[in-house]
């Protein structure tokens, strides 16, 4: 039994309507083929959401549901925010989430849960590149194109 589990996330919002799809798709195994993979990858519809609100509210879905697992989650994903969470996080418990305005800064609930499930799992945040050409992708780059492509079309069917 491996002691790691890989998770692949990402998301695609319509900005007008707020509505969004986030995808993600739990690997035990770098070996599978990617196509075997593709049945594999779970939808969730978000509403009145934002890109960088749906990236962290797939990711936190599927890692409460690895709650169980104990094992390593290595997670990829292209967004910047979530690869930058750990390095933010002193300074936002510091200034308890409160911008240089006063106000609490958006999407708080999700960073203080961000940094509750993650210190109960062992994780560990990997950024990777969205759309590379075919010729340039790894065995990791495959597998993200599977979610990454599942978010997009969800969106462009639910828009139709």
Known sequence: MPDEIYLFTDGSVNPQSRIGFGASLVVEDLEMPPDEAK????????????????????????????????KKVIVYTDSQNIVG?????????????????????????????????????????????????????????????LVDRAARNALRMHKN
């Open 39 to 70: 049945d594999q990858v779970q939808l969730k519809i978000f509403e009145d959401t934002s890109s960088t609100k749906l990236e962290l509210q797939i990711l936190l879905d599927t890692l409460a549901k690895l709650e169980k697992y104990k």
């Open 85 to 145: 969470l750990f390095g933010r996080r002193l300074r936002l418990e510091k200034n308890k989430y409160i911008a240089k305005n006063g106000r609490l800064i958006n999407n708080h609930e999700l960073y203080q849960e961000f940094y509750r499930i993650t210190n109960l799992l062992n994780c560990q945040i990997i950024k990777v590149k969205g759309h590379k050409s075919s010729s340039l992708k790894n065995k990791i780059d495959f597998f993200f194109t």
